[in-house]
């Protein structure tokens, strides 16, 4: 019963305690510089705005190379800009893509071929 009172108490004192000034490895200021940083990012997560971003991202095709692709290259970009990134930027490539021309769906032992419309 002593180590659960004696837990108790160090877990109270833990959660009240304040970190150290200066992270080890890193100067004051960058100590500081660092801590903003962390905060920053801790402040990010959010249930509500992964469902938005969800939604928003999945809401059309977005097949490679199409307009809404790059739509939602530019609106990717645009967001980790705004969430503090110094530089963003959308590397093009130049590829081939297996765009079909036509398609067919037959049986071969009777005559029968599906209406693709």
């Given at each position: 019963m002593?180590?659960?009172?004696?837990?108790?108490?160090a877990?109270?004192?833990?959660?009240?305690?304040?970190?150290?000034?200066?992270?080890?490895g890193?100067?004051?200021?960058?100590?500081?510089?660092?801590?903003?940083?962390?905060?920053?990012?801790?402040?990010?997560?959010?249930?509500?705005?992964?469902?938005e971003?969800?939604?928003?991202?999945?809401?059309?095709?977005?097949?490679?190379g199409?307009?809404?692709?790059?739509?939602?290259?530019e609106?990717?970009?645009?967001?980790?800009?705004?969430?503090?990134?110094?530089?963003?930027?959308?590397?093009?490539?130049?590829?081939?893509?297996?765009?079909?021309?036509?398609?067919?769906?037959?049986?071969?032992?009777?005559?029968?071929?599906?209406?693709?419309?």
């Amino acid at each position: 019963m002593r180590w659960a009172t004696a837990l108790a108490i160090a877990a109270t004192a833990a959660v009240g305690a304040q970190a150290p000034a200066n992270i080890f490895g890193f100067t004051p200021a960058s100590s500081a510089a660092e801590r903003t940083l962390e905060r920053r990012f801790l402040a990010l997560p959010s249930a509500d705005r992964a469902r938005e971003y969800h939604r928003f991202l999945t809401q059309e095709p977005h097949v490679a190379g199409s307009d809404r692709n790059r739509a939602l290259a530019e609106w990717v970009r645009d967001r980790w800009i705004e969430y503090g990134f110094d530089e963003a930027e959308i590397v093009e490539h130049e590829v081939l893509l297996p765009w079909p021309v036509e398609a067919t769906v037959e049986m071969t032992d009777r005559a029968w071929k599906a209406r693709l419309t």
